[in-house]
């Protein structure tokens, strides 16, 4: 059985949508997008598993990011569930200053 520890979900900032658009479609105003990361920690059969991803958000469409790659770890759960989950936040926030540094000078407006 898997039980969830940890579960965030953070916006790091925006980009321009149409620069998704593999088409070269270009609205005449800039539409921007959210950049999203999501992290959740789970237990499961003696193992912490963090898994991270980033994520493009706008309204209900959820197209496919090229920028960062999906994370898993595996970790031993030999330490108490609050230390796992304090493991899970600070992992987090490693994914969030990593993504930010990635796509500050690639992707992010304003």
Request: negative net charge; charged residues 25%; hydrophobic residues 40%.
């Amino acid at each position: 059985m898997t039980k969830v520890i940890f579960e965030s979900e953070t916006m790091i900032g925006k980009c321009d949508y149409d620069s998704l658009d593999a088409n070269g479609f270009r609205y005449a105003e800039p539409d921007y997008a959210e950049i999203w990361v999501h992290t959740v920690g789970a237990i499961s059969q003696g193992l912490l598993k963090v898994e991270q991803h980033c994520y493009v958000r706008h309204g209900d469409d959820v197209p496919d990011q090229p920028w960062i790659r999906p994370q898993i770890f595996l970790e031993p759960a030999t330490i108490s569930r609050s230390e796992m989950a304090d493991l899970a936040k600070t992992l987090h926030q490693e994914f969030i200053a990593r993504a930010k540094e990635k796509l500050q000078s690639e992707v992010l407006v304003g």
